[in-house]
């Protein structure tokens, strides 16, 4: 099941998890997001692998290996914990000197009251450091939305062609570019399908000097196409191996 000190955020396109207990912050993507919500919502491994088996169409053993590394990546990462083990009380030595030794806390103001804050200062500091970026990924999400509207696909390619690699460097990485990017999707006012998304991610990434190409692929049976974004010939927005799994189309 999923831990209790974390909290989630996505849509069809991905998800932000939020670890309070480490401070730390994980993105998955939008396979990522349909498995954690089914295991949130207290089905088993089996369960999900057999739905997701169905809803991609794809063999079962395969879907069940990729599954079980990302269960695995969970619980390395303390975000799943075993059911059985949540449930059972704590009556080790331990927790009962803890509990025997451990006094409460005493505001020194005997005015103030102490409130907890949902999510701790720290796990705050880079959310605030990446604000700016999210506010600009927002900005060229509401951009290709009238593009798309307006001008459909055509539009949207002349966009990502006409805009150039900024010769300047940035304070971060790709990494907390996508991440940025992933919050703006969250917050958007409308659902963001992986077109929008990763042109709206390369212009952002460009605008910080990075060389993104968005490239749209295709895969034959059954019949889906998708978008992402490479720089230098790796994935920096989906899975790494996204590429693998689609027929190149076109790349801007």
Not at 78 to 89: G, K, N
Not at 113 to 128: A, E, M, T, W, Y
Request: aromatic share 6%.
């Amino acid at each position: 099941m999923t831990a209790p000190h974390v909290r989630s955020f996505g849509d069809q396109d991905g998800g932000v998890l939020l670890d309070s207990s480490r401070d730390a912050i994980t993105t998955i993507d939008a396979t990522g997001a349909f498995v954690w919500e089914r295991l949130k919502a207290g089905k088993s491994v089996d369960q999900v692998i057999s739905e997701l088996s169905i809803e991609t169409h794809m063999d079962r053993e395969i879907v069940r290996r990729d599954v079980e590394n990302f269960v695995r990546d969970l619980q390395s990462r303390d975000l799943l914990v075993d059911s059985d083990a949540h449930q059972r009380p704590a009556t080790d030595t331990a927790s009962l000197h803890h509990c025997a030794t451990s006094s409460p806390r005493v505001p020194t103001d005997p005015l103030q009251v102490d409130v907890p804050s949902p999510i701790p200062d720290r796990l705050l500091d880079p959310i605030c450091r990446l604000c700016r970026v999210i506010f600009e990924s927002c900005l060229f999400l509401l951009q290709t939305q009238i593009q798309l509207r307006f001008g459909g696909l055509p539009r949207i390619h002349n966009r990502v062609r006409s805009e150039k690699v900024q010769d300047t460097s940035s304070e971060f990485d790709n990494q907390e570019i996508c991440l940025a990017m992933d919050f703006a999707c969250v917050f958007f006012p409308k659902r963001v399908l992986c077109l929008q998304r990763s042109a709206a991610t390369a212009l952002v990434l460009r605008r910080h000097g990075r060389s993104a190409a968005l490239v749209v692929g295709a895969q034959a049976i059954p019949f889906k196409s998708h978008a992402w974004v490479e720089i230098e010939g790796k994935v920096v927005n989906d899975k790494p191996y996204t590429a693998d799994m689609y027929r190149e189309l076109q790349r801007f």
